[in-house]
C-alpha cells in the first residue's frame, strides 16, 4: 500500500486553513495539525491526525509542549539519504509545514498587556518547525503566508510537486519571518525596565514591517519601500490617507520632518516643508491664522510643499490653502466641509495623523556604510526662558515668546542653523550651510526689512561675532543661542554695544 504524503498545518491565524487542508487531502495528503487547528479542521468536516498522535505523547504543560518531538522534527529534518534511517525508527516523512505564530507584536501592542500575558504568546514549537523546514528546504517546503496557500496549491495540482525555486523561496521567507519574531521578543524585553539601564545592547536585533513598496526612492532610479516598526503603529506608520496619490519616499521623508516640528507646540501651528526643511512656521490662536503665518513666511517656497498642522482642518481653512498647490496636508483631523472642498483636487494627498500614537521610547536610525549609528530622539520640552540672559538688555516679554518659538523651529533644520522669527511666525530660515554666518546672511537676506525687531535663533554656538555683526545690521532686537564658544565674551560685548539682548541655553540642536 502506498503510504500517504503528510502535511502539517498548525497555526495562529487560521484564516484559509480548513479550505488548504480540504485541497491538500484531494491531493492526497494526510493532514497532521495540533490543538485549535485540527479542531477548525475538523469541524470543517476534513480528516486529520492529530500531533499526539504521530508522537505517541499528549499536549502538556498547557498547551507549551505539542510537536517537540522526534517523530515531528525527525520527519522534517531527514534528508533523501536518511529516510531509511527514519524508517527503522517509524517515522513518516512530512514534506510539506504550514505554520504561523503566536501573536506576539499585537500581543505587545496592546494597551496595558504585562510582561506574563507577553511571554505567554512567545512560540517555542513554530519557530522551531519552521525553521527544521526552512533547513531542510531541499525536500520540505514551509509556508508562513496565508497568502501563499493558493500557489502552492496550484503548483501541486499542475505538476505534483512544489518546484525548487518555490521551496528555497519560501524557506528564505520563513528565515525573515522568524528572525523579526525574535527580534520583535528581543526589543520587548530590553525596553522594560526589568531588563536594567542598558540603553544599547551589544547585539542589537530590529523588527520592522514592510507596510508598501513605493514607486522610487529620493529619485527615480532608486527602489524603496515604507517599514513600520513591528507591534503597536505610531506616527506616520498609524496615519489614515483619506485621500490623493500613493505617498512617495520624499513625500514620508517631508512629512516626518513636518509633522515632528509641528509636534512642538501647543498652540495652534501649521509648518511648511520643502526638502525636508521648513520653509514656513506659524502660530496663532486658531488654524486659520496658524496656517495664513505660515504661508507668509515664505510663499515661495510653500509651493508644492508638504504641510502639517495640529488642529483640525475646517472649511475656512481648506478654502484658503486650495489657493495654491500642495503636495500632502496632515492634520488630527478634517471636517465633512473640508474633505467637499479638497475633493476638488483628487491628487492632494490628506493624511489624518493621531499626534498622540507616538513611540515610547523613540529612536533615530542613520545607515552608513558598513553600519548604523542609533541615538535617542531630544523630545525634551524647550523653553528658553530656563536659560542665562548674558547681556545687559533683558528680553522683553514678546522677544521671549518669539526667542522660544525660534528655538523651537531651529532644532527641526538642518544644521547649519538660523531661524528668523517674530510675532508667532518664521521670516526667515538658513538651513545646511557649510558655516554659520553663511546660514545667518541666508536667514537675514530672506527676512529683509522685517528682521527690525525680530530674534534670531540658532542651532549651536557663535564661533565669531561676525553673526552679532549681521544681526546689528539687520535690527535684530534679541537672539537665543547655546553659548560656550571660546569667543562668547566678544559676541557679548557687541550685543551690549548694539543693544542686543541673548540668552544661553547651554543646549545645542544640530540636525543632520
Known sequence: MTQKRRAL??????AGIAELAGELIELGFEIISTGGTARAISEAGFSVTEAAEVTGSPEILGGRVKTLHPSIHGAILARPDQVEELSEHGIVPIELVVVNLYPFEGTIARSGVTLEEAVENIDIGG???????????????????????????????????ISDTTRYRLAAEAFVHTAGYDAAIAGYLSSRAEFGDRAYPDRLSLSFTKVQDLRY????????????????????????????KELSFNNLNDLNAAWELVREFKESTAVAVKHANPCGVGSALTIYEAYQLAYEADPVSIFGGIVALNRPVGAATARLMMEIFLEVIAAPEFTDEALEIFNEKKDIRLLEIN??????????????????????????????????????????????????????VVKHVRSNAI??????????????????????????????????????????FFPFPDIIDEAGKAGISAIVQPGGSMKDDESIRLCDRLGIAMVFTGRRYFKH
Open 127 to 161: 519557530p522551531t518547525m519552521l525553521r527544521a523546514a526552512a533547513k531542510n528546504y531541499n525536500r520540505v517546503a514551509v509556508v508562513v503566508n496565508p497568502e501563499r496557500y493558493g500557489q502552492i496549491v496550484e503548483e501541486l495540482k499542475n505538476s505534483g510537486e
Open 217 to 244: 526612492g529620493e529619485n527615480p532610479q532608486q527602489e524603496a519601500a515604507f517599514y513600520a516598526s513591528s507591534g503597536k503603529l505610531t506616527g506616520l506608520a498609524a496615519a489614515k490617507q483619506l485621500q490623493g
Open 355 to 408: 499626534p498622540e500614537t507616538i513611540e515610547a521610547k523613540p529612536t533615530d536610525f542613520k545607515k552608513v556604510s558598513g553600519g548604523l549609528l542609533i541615538q535617542s530622539v531630544d523630545n525634551e520640552p524647550l523653553d528658553v526662558s530656563e536659560g542665562e540672559v548674558v547681556t545687559e538688555k533683558k528680553p522683553t516679554k514678546e522677544q521671549w515668546e518669539a526667542l522660544n518659538f525660534a528655538q523651537k
Open 419 to 460: 531661524v528668523v522669527a517674530a510675532e508667532g511666525k518664521t521670516i526667515g530660515i538658513g538651513a545646511g550651510q557649510m558655516n554659520r554666518i553663511g546660514a545667518a546672511k541666508i536667514a537675514l537676506d530672506q527676512a529683509g526689512e522685517k528682521a527690525t525687531g525680530a530674534v534670531i535663533g540658532s542651532d549651536a
Open 9 to 14: 498545518l498548525s497555526v495562529s491565524d487560521k
